[in-house]
């Protein structure tokens, strides 16, 4: 598909730059609404320069780091366009980590500037004294606080540009991952990085200048970080959600007629489960972009049934990537078509993507549609892992690959089909075992409202298979479930033990926390499955 007219590209490769280009080109028109305020780009323009001034009389230069910790705010996009200006670096820090943990990422970026917003001040309060390399602190709408006030620091600065000496290659921002495998690595994404994905958007979406786009997920999150770009660089109108809210959010698609919207699959769910939120109109969606973590047929198929004009892509990526390598576009979402199948597949690569199924081990390819590791190599490929040196050696081999850890295979057609997290992957008795596998089919069972399986110790045969699940009182017993597992999975596959609990785990963008259900089972071993 053809770019659209005039967003064919810019003759600029500074994300800051656009900013300026978008301001000269259409100054009055709306670039973010914020709840009840709105902002034009000559606005934002101008903000985004006394933020730059603000961080540079503090001493924040070049390759300095400036943590966020605030949910969705024009503030947020303001610090990561300014901190880029200067050639310094925007670290998002995500608000539900515990003070302890947030306290661990400013320090381990080195962060000379902390901003946080209102609800976040005890956390300040509780890790002041710890930041060891924070000389700044800040508070959003915080006159009263102990702490700088946002609006008057930045106010007591000029709208002018800071002299700074910036290149395309130099490090845009430091995303951390979720950690669910251990400590989060702080993940280094160029200007580079996303000009090579943002065309995608303009290419592939069917963006117009009548496009409203929301920016739902968290800012600390690949995907709200990348919206927030994606705003600027195709020169929309983006709403902002402080926090991702599923009445909020359909009450806000209607209110500004929003046409494109990025959801995670347990969004979705709750959107279809919640009858405010299925009584909004959202008529006015043309795309719904979906993923981050796997979506079942039910939960797609119902969201498809409740907005039956709206199109759907989905979009496969990760931090380290700058966000989506694959998409599987609206023509494969017909549950009723000859491709049907398709819809269990995460698509086809991105026009600057090239995809290789490999031996995890060897990272010799395999065969076609045989389960290996999933590689890309994309310019949208981080430059590596903040001070981590042998973790980004092992993400990055040779030849500008990048190791997903992602478990998945490729068909003949090319769509990419992920099983697991190779980290995931249960080996029993020499037999490779993907749980996401083991999960597709317990979900098909009709007492099973959420699962995951997990491998724990086993004398014999190293580890087995454990269901974990969510079923309601009465319903199905643990033989049933194994049985049934049986009945559709070669036995080695199947679960061994079931264990029930009223929720499974899950991180933000919903993905489940399987080292949190595992650590109690290998706490007393000497080797564990991590």
């Not at 000496?165 to 995303?175: E, I, P, T």
């Not at 251990?182 to 303009?202: M, Q, S």
């Not at 199924?357 to 290996?372: F, H, K, Q, R, Y």
Request: net charge negative; hydrophobic share 40%.
């Amino acid at each position: 598909m053809p770019p659209k007219p005039g967003r064919e590209g810019h003759s600029v490769t500074l994300l800051t730059e656009v900013l300026r280009e978008r301001a000269r080109e259409k100054p009055d028109q709306i670039a973010f609404i914020d709840g009840d305020r709105e902002i034009t780009y000559a606005e934002l323009d101008a903000s985004v320069d006394r933020a730059a001034q603000a961080l540079a009389a503090a001493g924040v230069e070049a390759g300095d780091r400036v943590a966020v910790l605030d949910k969705n705010s024009v503030e947020y996009v303001e610090q990561l366009f300014g901190a880029a200006r200067l050639g310094a670096v925007q670290v998002p820090v995500n608000y539900r980590l515990a003070p302890a943990e947030v306290a661990y990422i400013v320090n381990d970026a080195r962060a000379k500037v902390f901003i946080a917003g209102p609800e976040f001040v005890p956390v300040l309060d509780e890790i002041a004294g710890e930041l060891e390399h924070t000389t700044k602190l800040v508070v959003i709408n915080g006159s009263g606080h102990a702490y700088d006030d946002y609006a008057d620091w930045q106010a007591a600065h000029p709208a002018e540009p800071v002299p700074a000496q910036v290149a395309s290659s130099d490090v845009f921002v430091q995303l951390y991952s979720s950690g669910t495998t251990g400590r989060p690595k702080g993940v280094l994404l160029a200007h580079d990085n996303f000009t090579a994905v943002l065309p995608n958007t303009n290419q592939l979406w069917d963006l117009d200048d009548e496009t409203v786009l929301m920016v739902a997920m968290p800012m600390y999150h690949v995907a709200g970080n990348a919206l927030s770009v994606c705003v600027v660089w195709d020169g929309l109108t983006g709403v902002i959600m402080r926090e991702p809210d599923p009445v909020g959010i359909t009450k806000a698609v209607e209110r500004h007629r929003v046409t494109h919207l990025f959801l995670v699959p347990v969004l979705l769910l709750f959107i279809q489960m919640m009858p405010e939120a299925r009584e909004a109109d959202m008529s006015s969606l043309r795309l719904m972009l979906y993923g981050a973590s796997p979506i079942s047929d039910d939960v797609l198929r119902g969201a498809m049934e409740m907005l039956p004009t709206t199109q759907f892509m989905q979009l496969y990526g990760l931090t380290e990537t700058t966000g989506s390598i694959t998409y599987l576009p609206p023509e494969d979402h017909d549950p009723d078509g000859p491709n049907a199948h398709r819809l269990r597949s995460a698509g086809i690569p991105n026009p600057s993507c090239e995809l290789r199924i490999v031996d995890p081990a060897t990272l010799e390819e395999v065969p076609v549609g045989e389960v290996g590791e999933i590689i890309c190599r994309t310019p949208q490929n981080m430059q590596g892992y903040w001070q981590l040196a042998e973790a980004t050696a092992a993400a990055l081999p040779e030849g500008g690959w990048f190791r997903t850890g992602d478990a998945g295979y490729l068909d003949e057609d090319g769509y990419l089909y992920i099983h697991d997290r190779v980290k995931d992957m249960i080996i029993s008795g020499g037999e490779n075992i993907y749980p996401a596998e083991v999960e597709n089919v317990l979900m098909s069972h009709p007492a099973v409202a959420d699962c995951a399986v997990i491998g724990v110790p086993h004398e014999k045969w190293g580890e087995t298979p454990k269901a974990i699940v969510v079923v309601p009182e009465g319903n199905a017993s643990d033989a049933e479930l194994i049985e049934y597992c049986r009945s559709k999975l070669a036995h080695f596959k199947c679960p061994t033990s079931v264990e029930r609990i009223e929720a499974i785990p899950r991180n933000p963008t919903g993905k489940v926390l399987k080292r949190e259900l595992r650590e109690v089972y290998w706490a007393d071993q000497d080797r564990a499955v991590h």
